[in-house]
């Protein structure tokens, strides 16, 4: 790799740190080709990408982006984990992988700026998803409307019962008649 490919591959590697919201470091020593094209397939799917980049090319990124506190997890083979969309979901694809396949291993992270622990990085996982908390936030909202419309509806309702019960005690006082 030539001067000017190490300088493209640091600026990209800053410009992604920068984007993204979420960005994960984990070692990946032990894992077959085939669970690390898994693993690539699972993490695209969350909306992120996975890359592996050498260690003192990473460095000189994050440096540059004020992510300084994962530099020092930055030593073996390190992959990184970047997640553009929902937070969550991309903790919870790699934790739910590295419970899988215990070669994995989570090191650490950034999340909007923040360092993250391999602990931190989990409790993030167990997080609801960004659609969960909308629909929970959605029904939370609803919730006045629909019982208010279920005090106004219930007069009628009643008056319906009533004559239906009415209308069935005839039926059954002419049929026993009969």
């Known amino acids: 790799m030539n001067r000017e490919q190490k300088a493209a591959c640091v600026a990209d590697l800053r410009e992604r740190f ?21 693993l690539r397939r699972n993490v695209r799917a969350a909306q992120g990408e996975y890359r592996v980049a050498k260690n003192t090319l990473a460095r000189r990124a994050v440096a540059e982006t004020g992510a300084q506190e994962v530099g020092p997890l930055l030593s073996g083979p390190t992959a990184l984990v970047f997640g553009f969309g929902d937070p969550a979901l991309i903790a919870k694809t790699i934790v739910r992988f590295a419970e899988d396949h215990e070669a994995l291993n989570v090191k650490g992270g950034v999340f909007q700026g923040e360092y993250l622990t391999p602990q931190a990085v989990k409790t993030l996982a167990e997080l609801p998803s960004r659609e969960e908390l909308l629909g929970t936030f959605l029904a939370v909202l609803q919730a006045p409307a629909v019982q208010l419309l279920r005090t106004l509806q219930e007069p009628a309702v009643r008056l319906v019962r009533l004559v239906n019960a009415i209308a069935r005690r005839q039926e059954e006082a002419q049929s026993a008649g009969a």
């Open 18 to 38: 920068s984007k993204a919201k979420l960005a994960l470091l984990a070692e990946y020593r032990g894992l077959t080709a085939g669970q690390l094209d898994e």
